[in-house]
Nanobody
Framework: QVQLVESGGGLVQAGGSLRLSCAAS????????MGWFRQAPGKEREFVAA????????YYADTVKGRFTISRDNAKDTMYLQMNSLKPEDTAVYYC????????????????WGQGTQVTVSS
């Protein structure tokens, strides 16, 4: 198993930036494909970004492309999500997830999830 803990959420004004972190422990971090999802109140959890096991490939939802950057440091067992030009519609709980399929966008393809970190963007 792998345990995931997100951090870095908070309150930010529209146009601002935040960097989320996802620290992993347990089995070898580098053997897992990783992703970020988010869930706004009253909405389903949605895909945000994914990164391959080696970190060389990334994929983004259209809603965040060009504003968010996913990355990972396998030496530190940590994944990141740099969020720039934040909008009120980015407000959600952000979750990191680990799975076995690179570039997966579907929730059921991820086996492990963190507890989430709240991101609130004020207008």
């Amino acid at each position: 198993q792998v345990q995931l803990v997100e951090s870095g959420g908070g309150l930010v004004q529209a146009g601002g930036s935040l960097r989320l972190s996802c620290a992993a422990s347990g089995r070898t971090f580098s053997s897992y494909a990783m992703g970020w999802f988010r869930q706004a109140p009253g909405k389903e959890r949605e895909f945000v970004a994914a990164i391959s096991r080696g970190g060389g490939r990334t994929y983004y939802a259209d809603t965040v492309k060009g504003r968010f950057t996913i990355s990972r440091d396998n030496a530190k067992d940590t994944m990141y999500l740099q969020m720039n030009s934040l909008k009120p519609e980015d407000t959600a709980v952000y979750y990191c997830a680990a799975g076995r399929r690179d570039m997966a966008t579907l929730r059921h393809l991820y086996d492990y999830w963190g507890q989430g970190t709240q991101v609130t963007v004020s207008s």
